[in-house]
């Protein structure tokens, strides 16, 4: 098992920035893959950003390549998704999530990540 915790999230205007960390109890071969993945009210749970841990191979969501940096802590078990010029429509609650299964066909499907945090809100107002 593995237990995920988020933080970061808030509310801020459009154009701004935040940072979300994302803190795994353990790193293991259960979690070489995490992501972040972001739902808001009434729309599916959505891809953002994954990385590949042993070799920090990364895969963004075309509405946030370019805005959007996953990157890992000094430690393997820390994630940060550093968020830049968001927009309202960014406005969700983000997840983070770890599973040993990945690569550029499925590292933004949530069927694939068996672990999951409580998620940290983010509020973007225009």
């Known amino acids: 098992q593995v237990q995920l915790v988020e933080s970061g999230g808030g509310s801020v205007q459009a154009g701004e920035s935040l940072r979300l960390s994302c803190v795994a109890s353990r790193y293991s071969r259960s979690n070489i893959y995490m992501g972040w993945f972001r739902q808001a009210p009434g729309k599916q749970r959505e891809g953002v950003a994954s990385?590949?841990?042993?070799?920090?191979?990364?895969y963004y969501a075309d509405s946030v390549k370019g805005r959007f940096t996953i990157s890992q802590g000094n430690t393997k078990n820390i994630v940060y998704l550093q968020m830049n010029n968001l927009k309202p429509e960014d406005t969700a609650m983000y997840f983070c999530?770890?599973?040993?299964?990945?690569?550029?066909?499925?590292?933004?499907?949530?069927?694939?990540?068996?672990?999951w945090g409580q998620g940290t809100q983010v509020t973007v107002s225009s």
């Open positions: 990385i590949y841990l042993l070799n920090t191979a990364t």
């Open positions: 999530a770890a599973g040993e299964t990945g690569g550029y066909w499925y590292a933004l499907r949530s069927d694939k990540y068996p672990y």
